[in-house]
């Protein structure tokens, strides 16, 4: 089961309307936007594909400025690259995957869940359809990894820091599967818990250099 977190203020920009849809069924409390230039708190979560046509306007710039100030948004799968993003990454189409591996163990996002966690989820034991692969530069912790022929270079689920706050992008099929798979409903309450917390996992500090002579 998955419950709602007393501290969470949650607002959903979902256009498709399944992921609102899916939350209802769980019983989490939400505020529906439609126009993401007005994130009314500090937790935003964006549905599957909410993207696929965006429109113009300054909504970009009003997301970013609310991680800067400190907030939470958690990207839901998407099907192309985002372009509001402070780091570059490239999205992997039709990478669908069964299995994947725990990176960062010690973030809240990962807690109770090990590699064997990660894959053949039920029904149809996949656990991802598309990735976003590796940067090579950036504010950006991988938390979950997915092999390829080149190694572990794609992700499944990162975080990107921004100012105070960060985006989380999390490609597994956690909606699809949270009432079928226990793993991915653990993985999705332990997505909501973040979003209640007041703090990020890291955030900006100073940088020590040692270097020779």
Not at 50 to 75: H, P, S, T
Not at 138 to 150: A, E, Q, S
Request: glycine share 8%; with cysteine.
């Amino acid at each position: 089961s998955v419950h709602m977190p007393e501290a969470l203020d949650l607002a959903v920009y979902d256009p498709a309307g399944d992921t609102a849809a899916a939350l209802e069924r769980m019983g989490i409390r939400f505020t529906r936007l439609t126009d993401l230039t007005r994130v009314p708190g500090r937790a935003l979560l964006i549905g599957k594909n909410a993207f696929r046509q965006a429109a113009q306007g300054a909504w970009r710039e009003a997301l970013a400025g609310c991680v800067q100030n400190g907030g939470k948004v958690l990207i839901l799968e998407q099907n192309e690259a985002l372009d509001f993003l402070p780091v570059n990454l490239q999205f992997a189409k039709d990478s669908k995957r069964t299995i994947s591996f725990v990176r960062a163990a010690d973030h809240p996002v990962m807690k109770g869940l090990t590699d064997s966690d990660l894959c053949w989820w039920a029904d149809d034991h996949y656990v991802v359809y598309g990735n976003w692969q590796k940067p090579a530069a950036g504010r950006w912790l991988p938390l979950v990894d997915i092999g390829t022929g080149d190694g572990l270079t794609q992700m499944p689920l990162v975080e990107v820091y921004n100012g105070k706050g960060s985006f989380l992008l999390c490609q597994l099929l956690v909606m699809e599967k949270a009432l079928t798979a226990p793993p991915a409903g653990q993985l999705l309450q332990n997505m909501l818990d973040y979003l209640a917390s007041p703090a990020c996992f890291r955030t900006a500090g100073r940088t020590a250099v040692l270097a020779g002579p």
